[in-house]
């Protein structure tokens, strides 16, 4: 079966708050715009029984709710939402590549805002009390559900003891599993001292995960002594699991920066290692995980994604156009004698402006668009013929511009 081509400005992988806030910016742009979400649009916040910490909801929201609304007001400024899963990318090059089981997509930029799950501890019935059926993964997101109830907490790392902490604000009681032996956790000094000092927290040592029982919703957690292999019933209103996340980046290994656990790397901006390709979301490597801060993300990438494209057509178009002899000049406000220089720049684009078109960029306003000569310096001096750059030049004398100029003539 041969596949068709379609093609966007803008292609964003994951549908999660990340992912939907980019393209909001990015329809609201009026860029053509398609997000691609393999399972459920609104990710992770959507088993979230109540937000109570996002702006602008006092009385609290679903996590379904709210990215119903996210959802709902990308498809207002005409983004394509496509609930299937992408397969396989090629994001080198203009022309970024997305194949899916149908359609190959092709898009001026990528946004990659596919998130990540949390680390299961494949025990029995598991699946069954996934997110809002009694197994949680955010403390921040649900702990006030469990306002006067016993919680047990799996895991004694940072995330671990620290959220459980959190949940001691809110619970009666706060149960904590620990595979290590009496007083060994894997948290930071201080969380630990907080912890065992705090009269709402109980540990269990030398402890796994067994089974999670219950009917509608869970009620009870069956550890495992793993010295013993004893197995301890506990009865509890609810269980967070803090052993780990897993980013959803395996198909773009080999092509986007990763950190050892699989994070990518992005700079302030969202941007990735490679050129108009961006990251936002649970899926950068970053310390904090939430919807508001996914929203952030999601909003840098989307107008980083569209200033990409703008300065791309320009680039391609405008300045490196093949009608004249092109002079591109580097300058920066805050420079004087970058500053000075531009009156000789300008005169000689009068002067030669038959033959000549000039570009002038501001490298502290548009360094992006600077770079894409290889240099953001400023005073200096790019010479184009054909649509490609014959020279680099430091020299701006007016003198020496004339004689580059009638050379290329």
Not at 366 to 385: F, P
Request: hydrophobic share 40%; proline share 2%; charged share 25%.
């Amino acid at each position: 079966m041969e596949k068709k081509h379609e093609y966007y400005d803008v292609a964003i992988i994951g549908g999660g708050a990340a992912g939907l806030t980019a393209a909001i910016y990015c329809g609201r742009a009026r860029l053509k715009t398609i997000l691609f979400e393999k399972s459920l649009l609104g990710g992770l916040a959507t088993y979230t029984s109540e937000i109570e910490n996002y702006p602008g909801f006092p009385d609290g929201e679903t996590g379904t709710g709210l990215m119903n609304l996210f959802t709902k007001q990308a498809k207002k400024f005409g983004v394509t939402i496509k609930q299937t899963d992408v397969k396989s990318v090629n994001l080198e090059g203009k022309d970024k590549i997305l194949e899916t089981f149908r359609v190959i997509y092709h898009a001026k930029a990528v946004i990659i805002a596919t998130g990540g799950k949390p680390r299961l501890t494949k025990a029995l019935n598991e699946e069954k009390f996934l997110y809002d059926k009694g197994i949680s993964f955010c403390a921040t997101c649900d702990a006030a559900y469990y306002t006067d109830k016993t919680v047990m907490v799996i895991g004694s790392g940072d995330a671990a003891i620290e959220e459980g902490i959190f949940l001691t604000k809110f619970a009666k009681k706060v149960i904590v599993s620990v595979i290590h032996d009496v007083g060994i956790m894997d948290a930071n000094k201080i969380a630990q001292e907080q912890a065992m000092n705090n009269p709402k927290m109980e540990f269990i040592w030398n402890t796994m995960v067994h089974s999670f029982e219950g009917e509608e919703r869970l009620n009870k957690v069956v550890l495992k002594n793993v010295k013993t292999g004893e197995l301890i019933e506990v009865p509890v209103d609810g269980c967070f699991l803090f052993i780990g996340y897993e980013p959803n980046t395996e198909i773009f290994k080999g092509q986007i920066n990763m950190n050892k656990n699989g994070y990518i790397i992005t700079d302030e901006n969202m941007q990735t290692n490679i050129d108009g390709v961006f990251a936002a979301g649970d899926v950068r490597a970053k310390a904090i995980k939430q919807v508001a801060t996914a929203v952030g993300d999601g909003a840098i990438a989307g107008i980083m994604a569209e200033k990409y494209v703008a300065e791309s057509e320009l680039f391609e178009k405008e300045i490196m156009q093949k009608d004249k002899i092109g002079l591109i000049y580097l300058w920066s406000p805050i420079d004087e004698k970058s500053r000075e220089n531009l009156k000789i720049i300008e005169d000689i684009e009068r002067e030669y402006r038959d033959i000549l078109k000039v570009f002038k960029i501001d490298v502290y306003k548009n360094a992006t668009l600077a770079a894409r000569l290889g240099d953001v310096e400023a005073l200096t001096i790019y010479y184009t013929k054909d649509g490609k750059v014959v020279k680099k030049d430091n020299n701006i004398e007016k003198a020496s511009i004339i004689e580059n100029i009638k050379a290329l003539a």
